[in-house]
Nanobody
Framework: QVQLVESGGGLVQAGGSLRLSCVASRSISSINFMGWYRQAPGKQREFVAGISNGGSTNYAHSVKGRFTISRDNAKNTVYLQMDSLKSEDTAVYYC?????????WGQGTQVTVSS
Protein backbone atom coordinates (compact mmCIF):
# COMPACT_ATOMS: atom_id res chain seq x y z
CA GLN A 1 0.00 0.00 0.00
CA VAL A 2 1.13 3.50 -0.83
CA GLN A 3 -0.48 6.66 0.47
CA LEU A 4 -0.24 9.84 -1.55
CA VAL A 5 -1.11 13.18 0.01
CA GLU A 6 -1.57 16.24 -2.16
CA SER A 7 -1.50 19.81 -0.89
CA GLY A 8 -1.13 23.35 -2.15
CA GLY A 9 -4.47 23.89 -3.83
CA GLY A 10 -6.62 26.94 -3.27
CA LEU A 11 -8.35 29.90 -4.81
CA VAL A 12 -6.31 32.12 -7.12
CA GLN A 13 -7.07 34.80 -9.66
CA ALA A 14 -6.50 34.21 -13.34
CA GLY A 15 -2.86 34.82 -14.19
CA GLY A 16 -1.72 33.74 -10.76
CA SER A 17 0.37 30.79 -9.62
CA LEU A 18 0.12 27.82 -7.31
CA ARG A 19 2.53 25.05 -6.38
CA LEU A 20 1.09 21.64 -5.65
CA SER A 21 2.94 18.98 -3.67
CA CYS A 22 2.38 15.24 -3.46
CA VAL A 23 4.11 13.31 -0.70
CA ALA A 24 4.34 9.53 -0.90
CA SER A 25 4.39 7.23 2.13
CA ARG A 26 7.31 5.27 0.71
CA SER A 27 10.47 5.96 -1.20
CA ILE A 28 9.86 7.01 -4.79
CA SER A 29 13.46 6.61 -5.91
CA SER A 30 12.68 3.30 -7.63
CA ILE A 31 9.39 4.43 -9.12
CA ASN A 32 9.92 5.31 -12.73
CA PHE A 33 6.86 7.39 -13.51
CA MET A 34 4.76 9.73 -11.44
CA GLY A 35 2.04 11.95 -12.74
CA TRP A 36 -0.49 14.66 -12.07
CA TYR A 37 -4.07 14.42 -13.31
CA ARG A 38 -7.10 16.64 -12.89
CA GLN A 39 -10.85 16.33 -12.96
CA ALA A 40 -13.17 19.26 -13.54
CA PRO A 41 -16.87 19.10 -12.61
CA GLY A 42 -18.81 17.00 -15.10
CA LYS A 43 -15.66 15.94 -16.95
CA GLN A 44 -13.46 12.88 -17.05
CA ARG A 45 -10.15 12.80 -15.25
CA GLU A 46 -7.37 13.88 -17.59
CA PHE A 47 -3.60 13.69 -17.68
CA VAL A 48 -1.77 16.91 -16.86
CA ALA A 49 1.93 16.11 -16.52
CA GLY A 50 4.30 13.24 -15.87
CA ILE A 51 7.91 12.77 -14.87
CA SER A 52 10.26 9.81 -15.06
CA ASN A 53 12.93 8.87 -12.57
CA GLY A 54 15.49 10.22 -15.00
CA GLY A 55 13.77 13.60 -15.09
CA SER A 56 12.08 13.32 -18.47
CA THR A 57 8.80 15.18 -18.50
CA ASN A 58 5.71 15.33 -20.61
CA TYR A 59 2.70 17.61 -20.50
CA ALA A 60 -0.82 17.90 -21.79
CA HIS A 61 -1.00 20.36 -24.64
CA SER A 62 -3.30 22.61 -22.64
CA VAL A 63 -0.71 23.24 -19.90
CA LYS A 64 2.56 23.11 -21.82
CA GLY A 65 4.63 26.19 -21.18
CA ARG A 66 2.63 27.12 -18.07
CA PHE A 67 3.03 24.13 -15.74
CA THR A 68 6.24 22.48 -14.58
CA ILE A 69 6.48 19.06 -12.93
CA SER A 70 9.45 18.12 -10.77
CA ARG A 71 10.36 15.51 -8.20
CA ASP A 72 12.58 15.30 -5.14
CA ASN A 73 13.31 11.65 -4.46
CA ALA A 74 14.98 12.46 -1.13
CA LYS A 75 11.69 13.94 0.09
CA ASN A 76 9.43 11.39 -1.62
CA THR A 77 7.68 14.35 -3.21
CA VAL A 78 6.46 15.37 -6.63
CA TYR A 79 5.59 18.98 -7.37
CA LEU A 80 3.47 20.78 -9.93
CA GLN A 81 4.27 24.45 -10.41
CA MET A 82 1.32 26.11 -12.11
CA ASP A 83 1.79 29.58 -13.60
CA SER A 84 -0.42 31.81 -15.74
CA LEU A 85 -3.46 30.00 -14.43
CA LYS A 86 -6.70 30.18 -16.38
CA SER A 87 -10.28 29.60 -15.34
CA GLU A 88 -10.27 26.37 -17.32
CA ASP A 89 -7.58 25.02 -14.99
CA THR A 90 -10.17 24.82 -12.22
CA ALA A 91 -10.35 21.20 -11.11
CA VAL A 92 -9.41 18.72 -8.43
CA TYR A 93 -5.79 17.75 -8.97
CA TYR A 94 -4.55 14.24 -8.19
CA CYS A 95 -1.12 12.68 -8.15
CA UNK A 96 -0.59 9.14 -9.26
CA UNK A 97 2.00 6.40 -9.32
CA UNK A 98 2.13 2.76 -10.25
CA UNK A 99 4.18 0.16 -8.39
CA UNK A 100 3.97 -3.59 -7.97
CA UNK A 101 1.18 -3.87 -10.50
CA UNK A 102 -1.07 -1.48 -8.62
CA UNK A 103 -1.99 2.12 -9.32
CA UNK A 104 -2.30 4.57 -6.46
CA TRP A 105 -4.06 7.92 -6.27
CA GLY A 106 -4.10 10.66 -3.70
CA GLN A 107 -7.28 12.22 -2.34
CA GLY A 108 -6.89 15.30 -4.51
CA THR A 109 -6.52 19.00 -3.91
CA GLN A 110 -8.95 21.60 -5.22
CA VAL A 111 -7.68 24.36 -7.48
CA THR A 112 -10.10 27.15 -8.28
CA VAL A 113 -9.14 29.95 -10.68
CA SER A 114 -11.37 33.01 -10.69
CA SER A 115 -11.59 35.14 -13.81
Amino acid sequence: QVQLVESGGGLVQAGGSLRLSCVASRSISSINFMGWYRQAPGKQREFVAGISNGGSTNYAHSVKGRFTISRDNAKNTVYLQMDSLKSEDTAVYYCNLAVGGAVYWGQGTQVTVSS
